[in-house]
């Protein structure tokens, strides 16, 4: 597929999009489509086999190959959007189509959960129906798709059921006519503002001295633009030089990013993910908790023992908050002893995970929580030590360093409103013990 335009790449992987089915954790399909032929859910059993060797649903794999089929899927909100493909696609542009069906009903429900998309699955098969149209994209865009089929309301709701008559409108979209399919034409607000919000999660794994072992950061910028007009915008970063493998929404002009490192582009109208983007080099990657623990098991006695400290490390100075830390204990562990100078914990005898709720992190005194575990009387010490999974929140912080310098708007005359948030947040950080 070398040399394809992506844009053709995408056609061409989408429109061997035969099937859609959506899996809730416990492993229902509760929603099927089809665009063409209808396929037997059968299909699904390889990828019923693919889950049940997993540990996590995150970690089944999201390219599965069949005797005749490729299963592709992605894992959000619990659920699992799993299309079947006929022929051998690039499996990113399949992947991205599905988040984008995702991040559609996430916009005009609120959340993207197995009961909302019950409740709302006649506007869901219209949805489905309109961005991809036998096999190919048509469209994408949520201001776009809004223009064709109005978000429910519950009066809405109320007046279909009534009068027989369904969301979907009779004209086709200003946006889907003009050369900037993004965006619809003689859109007017009284008050004229555009936000953006920096969003970063840090991966990393700690060994059990501390030093880092792995850290990346997967960073979103999501902006919501409610501008008169045809507004023209330009972002610059302070340091955009540290940003790679980054990913932009077709508003942006790419030729302008490749020679200056500024993001210029005609926003769509409303909420949209203006780019996404990896920090993967480690030296830039800034650990922002340490954590100081000892768990040990005796050989003797049915017994062991926990002690966690959590400490800042690279906050630059804001708070650490929503602190939280989860252990996956060894079967052994029948129950546990322990005080929290800081929040709660509670340890689940069945599943034998110990969670510690620590809250905001005080750093002049520190959260710590110790006592003793008590064993399964015969049990052999545990092979391994479990370790800690960390969840944090740090507002008006992106760990990376990244910064907006500043938003010009250039063809409309008004001058709106404008802010930039920024927030870190966990994604899949670990200490070994």
């Known amino acids: 597929m070398d040399g394809v335009p992506r844009s053709v790449q995408l056609e061409l992987a989408a429109e ?20 063409k032929s209808v396929i037997s859910r059968s299909v699904c059993d390889y990828f ?5 060797k997993a540990v996590d649903p995150e970690n089944v794999p999201p390219v599965l190959q069949t005797p005749h089929h490729y299963l592709i899927t992605i894992y959000r909100g619990k659920l699992f959007f799993l299309s079947v493909i006929q022929t051998e696609v690039p499996p990113l542009f399949v992947i991205e189509f599905l988040h984008r069906v995702a991040d559609t009903f996430q916009d005009y429900f609120g959340e993207c959960s197995e009961v909302i998309i019950k409740d709302n699955v006649v506007t869901v098969y219209e949805l489905l129906e309109e961005m991809l149209d036998n096999g190919f994209p ?27 008559s369904s969301n979907v409108g009779d004209t086709l979209p200003t946006g889907q006519l003009s050369n900037i399919p993004w965006r619809r034409a003689g859109v007017k607000y009284t008050n004229n503002e555009a936000y953006f919000d920096v969003i970063e999660e840090i991966d990393a794994i700690l060994d059990k001295s501390g030093t880092t072992v792995f850290a990346e950061i997967q960073g979103v910028i999501e902006a919501c633009v409610r501008l008169t007009g045809m507004p023209d915008l330009t972002l610059s970063f302070m340091n955009p030089r540290l940003l790679d493998d980054v990913s932009f929404h ?12 500024v993001l210029s582009f005609i926003p769509p109208d409303g909420n949209f993910t203006l780019m996404t983007y990896h920090v993967s080099s480690q030296n830039l990657v800034a650990i922002p908790v340490y954590v100081k ?3 040990s098991f005796f050989e003797t006695g049915n017994c062991g023992r926990l002690e966690i400290t959590i400490g800042p490390k690279q906050t630059m100075g804001k708070t650490v908050e929503g602190l939280m830390v989860t252990v996956h204990m060894p079967k052994a562990v029948l129950s546990t002893n322990l005080t929290a100078s800081q929040g709660n914990y509670t340890y689940d005898l069945t599943t034998k995970v110990l969670v510690w709720d620590v809250g905001k992190l005080n750093p002049q005194k520190l959260p710590n929580l110790r006592g003793s575990l008590s064993m399964q009387a ?5 092979e391994e030590n479990p370790s800690l999974n960390i969840d944090l929140k740090i507002q008006q912080l992106a760990i990376s360093g990244l910064k907006v310098s500043r938003l010009d708007m250039y063809g409309e005359k008004y001058k709106p409103f404008k802010g930039v948030k920024y927030v870190t947040k966990a994604g899949k950080f670990q200490v070994r013990t």
């Open 378 to 382: 015969g049990a052999p010490k545990p």
């Open 16 to 35: 061997m999009i035969h099937s859609l089915f959506l899996i809730n954790h416990t492993g229902d399909i509760f929603l099927e489509k089809h665009w």
């Open 250 to 261: 077709p508003c942006v002009r790419f030729k302008r990013w490749e020679s200056e490192r």
């Open 48 to 52: 019923f086999e693919a889950k049940e």
């Open 293 to 295: 623990q000892n768990i």
């Open 138 to 164: 048509l469209a994408t865009e949520s201001n776009v798709l809004k223009e064709m089929i109005r978000p429910p309301t519950i009066l809405r709701s109320v007046v279909n059921t009534l009068t027989g």
